[in-house]
């Protein structure tokens, strides 16, 4: 008798095939096909040659990203799809960092002892590498640049949905809190014409900042400030943003963060937060298998609504609400008390 739906095996299948998936778009990625295939379609042959691949071996992992609609086959030509262009280095929405960081050396050695972090509590990272993740980023500055430019890519695709969600333009002083390159900021100074903004980051979350913000057209309106937000946050500000800031952290760390945003903030000031915003209780979430790799890579967590509002109310914000955008990313926003 025939069944309805897939069967236990196919849906186990589904997931653990997702591995092989993942490494053809990062072999893809590393050889650099996308960009080969950019201004039209080609043969295996012809890639082959541009490539100095092994047309046989090319030809095979073509037809698997045909499978997984990176790639069009028609003729024997292969082209990009639209999901094949975000492959392509540069490219507006490219993805090509982000799978580069995700599937970098550190993530897949600290994902394979996620037991580890179940068993002990403890930080998978930390007993691979013999110390916390943003410290071997620290002494390794290769592999904190990919870090950053995954991060810029990710955060590419979440901006323009935190600006449709989110009114920047009655702020005069928008202080960015570990915004990285400040692509976030740029787009909330976009918004908000009359607004300057500070942007706070270590000198190696910094590296293109002045770039980028140069290249978006509001350098001469934003701060550039290396820091440490554990120390201290520029005061004076209207509004603080953290994007993906307190996830990397344990409760007592984010608590510190948000407890110098507050202190910088004058009474009134506005907090933005923005985070995958976990649903209450045990209810299925894409954002549960970003917990788990905040629990192998950082040792932070990801939250519900109900405790950012419990770890905001406790550093002296008050009106604590939380909304969704049409991203993964969630709001949660708040008013210092």
């Known amino acids: 008798m025939g069944t309805d739906g897939p069967t236990v095996q196919d849906r186990a299948f589904g997931v653990l095939f997702g591995f092989w998936s993942s490494q053809a778009l990062l072999a ?115 592999v ?58 270590t000198p190696a979350g910094l590296k293109g900042a002045a770039d980028l913000l140069r290249a978006r057209g509001v350098s001469e309106r934003c701060e550039v400030v290396p820091g440490d937000f554990f120390e201290s946050v520029p005061r004076g500000g209207d509004l603080y943003m953290l994007k993906w800031i307190l996830h990397d952290w344990d409760d007592r760390r984010a608590g510190a963060i948000l407890r110098n945003c507050r202190e910088a903030a004058a009474k009134g000031s506005r907090l933005l937060v923005i985070e995958a915003v976990l649903p209450d209780g045990d209810a299925p979430s894409p954002g549960r298998l970003g917990d788990l790799n905040m629990m192998a890579m950082t040792g932070g967590r990801e939250r519900s609504a109900a405790e950012y509002r419990a770890m905001i109310e406790a550093a002296g914000f008050v009106d604590v609400r939380a909304r969704e955008t049409r991203s993964p990313c969630g709001l949660v926003e708040a008013v210092a008390g």
């Open 144 to 201: 904190s640049a990919d870090f950053n430019d995954a991060m810029t890519a990710g955060s590419a695709a979440v901006e323009a949905a935190v600006r449709e969600a989110f009114d920047f333009s009655p702020f005069g002083r928008i202080v960015d809190v570990g915004g990285g390159n400040g692509g976030l900021l740029a787009a909330a100074l976009e918004a908000a014409p009359k607004a300057a903004g500070v942007l706070l980051d």
């Open 28 to 142: 893809a990625v590393k050889l650099g096909i996308a960009d080969h295939l950019a201004d039209g379609p080609r043969t295996a042959g012809e890639l082959a040659a541009a490539m100095g691949a092994h047309e046989p071996s090319l030809a095979r992992l073509l037809r698997a990203l045909a499978t997984l609609e990176a790639v069009t086959s028609e003729g024997g030509r292969y082209g990009l799809t639209e999901f094949g262009r975000a492959l392509v280095k540069g490219a507006p929405g490219s993805m090509r960092s982000m799978i580069l960081g995700v599937m970098s050396e550190d993530h897949r050695r600290a994902w394979a002892e996620l037991p580890h972090s179940v068993r002990t509590g403890e930080t998978a990272f930390d007993r691979v590498y013999g110390m916390p993740v943003f410290e071997y980023y620290a002494r390794h500055p290769d």
